[in-house]
């Protein structure tokens, strides 16, 4: 399965995310997810502007691989039960079909893949027109943050969305990498 990512993404202070928790009517409670990283040792996917993480959401593994696409990223998905979660953790990843496919058109092999931590975070999701306001806080690595994502089927409509909401509550746009690089800027060298 593949789906194009169009998001607009913005770091925040706690006070710029309460904020927007406050302004916006996002449910009170939040759902935890965690998102599990995978690299070689030469980083050949970030090479490839490309990332892969098994994602944990309420008992569902889902593997991902995103790639760049003009129009933002392309993901491609698996599903993975938790016994073959539990082997890609353990060094043992398995084929899957739709991420063999895309992994071999840029050339990284499987068994050169390695696991290097995880984060862990409490989304809060709102749905208006066609576009989803996504607030979320993350834990890795001894660090915290907090984010905005505006998620959009068409670039146009995201920007409109994401420009107004910034500039409604007075909040700096910041140049925001995405979670993975977060992650990986925190490890030792």
């Not at 070689?40 to 995103?66: C, E, H, P, V, W």
């Not at 909401?165 to 746009?173: A, F, G, K, S, Y």
């Amino acid at each position: 399965m593949q789906e194009i990512e169009i998001e607009f993404k913005n770091l925040l202070t706690k006070p710029e995310f309460d904020r927007i928790l406050n302004r916006l009517p996002f449910p009170e409670k939040a759902d935890k997810q965690t998102n599990f990283y995978f690299e070689t040792m030469d980083f050949s996917l970030r090479k490839n502007k490309s990332a892969l993480r098994i994602r944990q959401k309420n008992g569902n593994y889902r593997l991902t691989l995103k790639e760049p696409h003009p129009d933002g990223l392309l993901e491609t998905h698996d599903h993975l039960t938790v016994e073959e979660a539990n082997e890609w953790l353990n060094g043992n990843c398995i084929p899957k079909e739709n991420i063999l496919k895309q992994l071999n058109q840029i050339n990284v092999s499987l068994q050169d893949l390695k696991y290097f931590g995880s984060l862990t975070t409490e989304r809060r999701e709102y749905k208006d027109n066609g576009i989803i306001y996504v607030l979320d806080y993350s834990t890795y690595n001894n660090q915290e943050d907090y984010e905005l994502e505006i998620e959009a089927i068409h670039k146009k409509e995201g920007i409109q969305a994401f420009h107004s909401l910034l500039e409604e509550l007075h909040i700096p746009q910041r140049e925001t990498a995405n979670k993975i690089q977060r992650f990986f800027s925190t490890l030792k060298k």
